[in-house]
């Protein structure tokens, strides 16, 4: 299994904008999810996309995934309050599809 | 559905005290992941089981960590002797099926060895 590195460590902005955190891991995937913490709580799973998938949207989430870079990314977009949460990414390869993280990225998003 | 269950919440203990955190999956998953969450390290998968069978437990840092699934509906993480360093946020996590499936994770157990 193989550990997703998210970029920037840390991440402030005013609501309204966007915010773009990214992703990159070492080996051929099968899938790449991202997951959400809120602070003191599990890991909530938000958009997994495959390997053969280039983008995909889920409401006010897009995610891109470039295979040939090894990297993802994820946008929110008329970002809020709410969305202040630590962001994962999750890449899983080989045949277990077992998830693995890394430290994530911190998002703070100012009223 | 309640969701993965996880008790307790918080643990103090002190040091070469034995520590059993306990885990409840949601109904029906057939996958149980046990993760570990510190500053330092990230989140790290210390094992996991598939349909009750551990199946990968090289993430479990030392022989004073055990885990067992005696049932689909249960699973304990021991710690014994426990130490400062083993002081952390343990997740359980639980998935159905076998490949791209996501996790559902519980609240996490904070866990503070004195």
């Known amino acids: 299994s193989q550990q997703g590195e998210e970029d920037p460590q840390a991440l402030s902005i005013q609501e309204g904008e966007n915010a773009t955190m990214n992703c990159s891991y070492k080996?051929?995937?099968?899938?790449l999810q991202w997951y959400r913490q809120n602070s003191g709580r599990g890991l909530v799973h938000l958009i997994l996309i495959r390997s053969n998938e280039r983008e995909k949207h889920s409401g006010r989430l897009r995610v891109t995934l470039d295979t040939s870079k090894k990297s993802s990314s994820l946008l929110i977009t008329a970002s809020r309050a709410a969305d202040t949460a630590s962001y994962f990414c999750?890449?899983?390869?080989?045949?277990?599809?077992?998830?693995?993280f890394g430290r994530g990225t911190s998002l703070i998003v100012h009223p | 559905d309640a969701g993965v269950i996880q008790s307790p919440r918080h643990e103090v203990t002190e040091m070469g005290q034995e520590v059993t955190l306990r885990c409840k999956p949601i109904s029906g998953h057939n996958s149980l992941f046990w993760y570990r969450q510190t500053m330092m390290r990230g989140l790290e998968l210390l094992i996991y089981?598939?349909?009750?069978?551990?199946?990968?437990d090289s993430g479990m840092p030392e022989d004073r960590f055990s885990a067992k699934m005696p049932n689909a509906s249960f699973s304990t993480l021991k710690i014994q002797p426990s130490e400062p360093r083993d002081s952390a946020v343990y997740f359980c996590a639980s998935k159905a099926g076998t490949d791209n499936e996501k996790l559902f994770f519980g609240s996490g157990t904070q866990l503070s060895v004195l």
């Open positions: 080996t051929s995937i099968n899938n």
């Open positions: 999750a890449p899983s390869s080989g045949g277990s599809y077992i998830p693995t």
């Open positions: 089981f598939n349909n009750n069978v551990p199946i990968d």
